[in-house]
T-cell receptor, first 118, second 113 residues
Framework: GAVVSQHPSWVICKSGTSVKIECRSLDFQATTMFWYRQFPKQSLMLMATSNEGSKATYEQGVEKDKFLINHASLTLSTLTVTSAHPEDSSFYIC??????????????FGSGTQLSVL | QQPVQSPQAVILREGEDAVINCSSSKALYSVHWYRQKHGEAPVFLMILLKGGEQKGHEKISASFNEKKQQSSLYLTASQLSYSGTYFCGTVHAGGTSYGKLTFGQGTILTVHP
């Protein structure tokens, strides 16, 4: 089956620093990648949608200058949390799909990244 | 628009059945079901596309009502491995939400021996 690798699994950083999270599709070309944020015992909240070679589309309320998304190739998308603060601490999870829109195709999820900002 | 799931939590003994519901105020293009264990990635269960559709395995199945606004996930003869949080994800039939999966708040299922 299709595999999505997300790295790192855990990251602890100081307030004010930037953190980069990578999401790779290992055995398929991911036309579209999604980034979700999940607080403890809550749902997965979509942050942004990225398509290879174009600018990411951010959901309402998500600061695009704070959460930089780059989808440089069909197998790699990165999320950079800039100038991280304690309130950015959360579980970030990426997902990928082989098609341009999610309608009847399932998502393949990465294993997630737990970010803790001190 | 986030779909509404019910119940929020279910506690079962092995062998018991459970139903998890997912509702939307507007017609949907599709409904997806995922299960997530603590600290892990969600795992795909199934997708429903057609109104009136029912699909799945013998012990885990789902339905999509004719109006395509509600889906139910059926877990029969539950096993310990079924424990986790179940999410429905919905894709709306049009508008700005088309092509994006929006998840419900989740239903925590706990199966005891």
């Amino acid at each position: 089956g299709a595999v999505v690798s997300q790295h790192p699994s855990w990251v602890i950083c100081k307030s004010g620093t930037s953190v980069k999270i990578e999401c790779r599709s290992l055995d398929f070309q991911a036309t579209t990648m999604f980034w979700y944020r999940q607080f403890p015992k809550q749902s997965l909240m979509l942050m942004a949608t990225s398509n290879e070679g174009s600018k990411a589309t951010y959901e309402q309320g998500v600061e695009k200058d704070k959460f930089l998304i780059n989808h440089a190739s069909l197998t790699l998308s990165t999320l950079t949390v800039t100038s991280a603060h304690p309130e950015d601490s959360s579980f970030y999870i990426c997902s990928a799909t082989k098609v341009s829109t999610v309608t009847n195709e399932k998502l393949f999820f990465g294993s997630g990244t737990q970010l803790s900002v001190l | 628009q986030q779909p509404v799931q019910s119940p929020q939590a279910v506690i079962l003994r092995e062998g018991e059945d459970a139903v998890i519901n997912c509702s939307s105020s507007k017609a949907l293009y599709s409904v997806h079901w995922y299960r997530q264990k603590h600290g892990e990635a969600p795992v795909f269960l199934m997708i429903l596309l057609k109104g009136g559709e029912q699909k799945g395995h013998e012990k885990i199945s789902a339905s999509f009502n004719e109006k395509k606004q509600q889906s139910s996930l059926y877990l029969t003869a539950s096993q310990l491995s079924y424990s986790g949080t179940y999410f429905c994800g919905t894709v709306h039939a049009g508008g700005t939400s088309y092509g994006k999966l929006t998840f419900g708040q989740g239903t925590i299922l706990t199966v005891h021996p």
